[in-house]
């Protein structure tokens, strides 16, 4: 079983709200990604969660905070975002996360909407 | 520097036909990961099949194959007898091993694959 869930699948929000992104897998892996994906383009990394402790951000705006509250689920929590911050967010996760022939396993995605 | 290069943005094929997507990379890294995901216009993205650098053969699984030439650094997805449900945007990534706690993966482009009935 190589499945990764989250929630929720569209979310659409206002630039004052506060909202959170939700992902799970139940895999064993021991690192979880978050990843923005604008139409069109491949999907930028945003996060890197290694066993449960943040290993990569790439200078991503405060505005996003990931949490991981432990080895199955990583949120990211959303406030005071912009309209150009609409994107499908996608999640992913993998079982050995220094080594080259990881892969990494995806999941469905939340398209967000900002208003 | 680490790159993925995807020079077919778009394709037409007909159904039931042969494809191949191109893909060519470049690192100095003796050891890497080749990868290719295929993104319906669901969003999900869905991992097809998985080349490392010091295999000897070409991967393959099941319709794909991936045609691994080391030394011209290319790694072309094969998708054999091409079906309607193959329409969809095709992913090339690399990954390099790390001795930090995580590696990154470095995509392509992409190449959006259209199937014609």
């Known amino acids: 079983d190589t499945e990764v869930t989250q929630t929720p699948k569209h979310l659409v929000m206002g630039m004052t709200n506060k909202k959170s992104l939700k992902c799970e897998q139940h895999?064993?892996?021991?690192?979880m990604y978050w990843y923005k994906q604008k139409a069109k383009k491949p999907p930028e990394l945003m996060f890197v969660?290694?066993?449960?402790?943040?290993?990569i951000n790439e200078s991503v705006p405060s505005r996003f905070s990931p949490e991981c509250p432990n080895s199955s689920l990583l949120n990211l929590h959303l406030h005071a975002l912009q309209p150009e911050d609409s994107a499908l967010y996608l999640c992913?996760?993998?079982?050995?996360?220094?080594?080259?022939?990881?892969?990494?396993?995806f999941g469905p995605g939340t398209r967000l909407t900002v208003l | 520097a680490q790159k993925i290069t995807q020079t077919q943005p778009g394709m037409f094929v007909q159904e039931k036909e042969a494809v191949t997507l191109d893909c060519t990379y470049d690192?100095?890294?003796?050891?890497?990961?080749l990868f290719w995901y295929k993104q319906p216009s669901s969003g999900e993205m869905i991992f097809l099949i998985y080349q490392g650098s010091y295999d000897q053969q070409n991967a393959t699984e099941g319709r794909y194959s991936l045609n691994f030439q080391k030394a011209r650094k290319s790694a072309n997805l094969v998708i054999s007898a091409s079906q309607l449900g193959d329409s969809a945007m095709y992913f090339c990534a690399m990954r390099l091993g790390s001795y930090s706690s995580a590696s990154k993966i470095i995509f392509g482009s992409g190449t959006r694959l259209s199937i014609r009935p």
């Open positions: 895999m064993g892996h021991r690192a």
């Open positions: 992913a996760s993998s079982q050995v996360p220094e080594r080259s022939t990881d892969t990494q396993y």
């Open positions: 690192t100095s890294d003796p050891s890497y990961g």
């Open positions: 969660y290694s066993y449960e402790k943040l290993s």
